[in-house]
């Protein structure tokens, strides 16, 4: 019985018609068009600059081809137009930075591309918008980078790509510091030294736009009189070299200025002590850098007698906080100013095909440099 059952079954008139030779035809077109579709969802091959092991910059990296890499529906691929050399990523790529990628890494953190592609579920964007990593992120020294839509943020078309490609780390940190700490009104005074770092040239600036008067100290070195003229240019109110304040009492250089409320510090060593000499009863210094890699001392007097406040910043603290969203909205205001010619600084674009010659400048090997911004 079981055997008659079976033996029906295969005399059983299939369902469906056999397909036609045309069904067979559109099956492998569409089945082209998938593959076709596969393949678009790839990046470009990309150009990076690598590191394999953390130590000297300009002994580990390394210029290697990259193969395509996949864009998923939330992903972004962008073709980067240029990215700056900042001491934290030579910090990084030594492995002294307290945020860092974990190695093999591409390098960079900051930079600017335009759309090249986007994943299906991607909306808002569009191929030739100007973005930037907002906050920042990994990787920037490459021809194309991949990531998903939250990490890009969108500018305005007309921005130079320059000042969008550094916007974050040091404008950002000028803006933060003199709106975070002490509440400054037109008329009051800050005081910093490192100046002329970019970070120096926007805090003249950004002080500027808000009626607030800047005291600046440089380093004794050739070509002071020339960094003077140009700070001044830009709105400082008094530079100084180092030496100039080898003086008992430094408060009696400032004629009409008040004494100001808050200090910054990049250098530490004598220069940070020069920032409190000017400060006022209650000031507060704020510390962000130490580039002469020399401790801040304050003396016993200025804690008991002037009371003294020191601070330290970190903008990492800030992208990590609640307020990293808006650092979009800083972003915006800052790139404006640069757009409107009120927030300059100065910058060298150097190609990416002469990474390393931009490499070596920012490592001091090529004496005192501009900041180097590779243009890809």
């Given at each position: 019985m079981a055997s008659s059952s079976f033996l029906k079954l295969l005399t059983l008139k299939p369902l469906h018609k056999p397909p036609s030779s045309s069904i067979i035809i559109n099956h492998f077109s569409n089945m082209k068009f998938t593959f076709r579709s596969f393949s678009a969802?790839?990046?470009p091959p990309s150009t990076a600059v690598m590191y394999d092991q953390e130590g000297p910059p300009?002994?580990?990296t390394k210029m290697v081809e990259l193969p395509p890499a996949e864009i998923k529906e939330n992903d972004v691929c962008v073709k980067m137009l240029?990215?700056?050399i900042n001491p934290s990523d030579i910090n990084r790529i030594q492995g002294v930075y307290p945020v860092r990628p974990q190695v093999p890494a591409v390098g960079g953190y900051e930079g600017v591309g335009e759309v090249h592609s986007l994943g299906s579920a991607v909306k808002g964007l569009s191929p030739g918008d100007?973005?930037?990593p907002c906050p920042p992120s990994f990787g920037t020294w490459q021809t194309y980078v991949v990531k998903e839509q939250?990490?890009?943020?969108?500018?305005a078309k007309g921005t130079p790509v320059e000042y969008a490609a550094t916007v974050f780390v040091n404008p950002l940190t000028a803006l933060r510091m003199l709106e975070d700490f002490v509440d400054l009104n037109p008329g009051d005074s800050i005081v910093q030294n490192g100046a002329t770092s970019i970070v120096g040239q926007c805090i003249i600036q950004l002080a500027r736009i808000r009626g607030i008067r800047s005291i600046n100290i440089i380093r004794d070195r050739a070509g002071s009189d020339e960094a003077k003229e140009k700070l001044k240019k830009l709105g400082a109110d008094e530079v100084?070299?180092?030496s100039q304040l080898d003086v008992k009492n430094v408060k009696s250089l400032l004629d009409n200025i008040p004494e100001p409320a808050l200090g910054f510090n990049c250098v530490g060593g004598n220069a940070a002590t020069l920032v409190m000499k000017f400060l006022r009863q209650r000031g507060t210094m704020v510390t962000y850098g130490g580039m002469s890699k020399k401790p801040v001392t304050v003396s016993t007097s200025a804690f008991i007698f002037k009371e003294l406040s020191l601070r330290g910043f970190w903008l990492q603290n800030l992208v990590s906080s609640a307020k990293g969203e808006e650092c979009k909205s800083m972003v915006d205001y800052l790139l404006g100013l640069a757009r409107d010619g009120k927030l300059t600084y100065?910058?060298?674009?150097t190609p990416f095909k002469d990474f390393h010659i931009g490499l070596d400048k920012s490592l001091g090997k090529l004496g005192s440099q501009p900041k180097q911004i590779i243009k890809f």
């Open positions: 969802a790839m990046s300009d002994s580990v240029a990215a700056p100007l973005v930037i939250s990490v890009w943020h969108k500018v100084y070299t180092e100065g910058m060298e674009s």
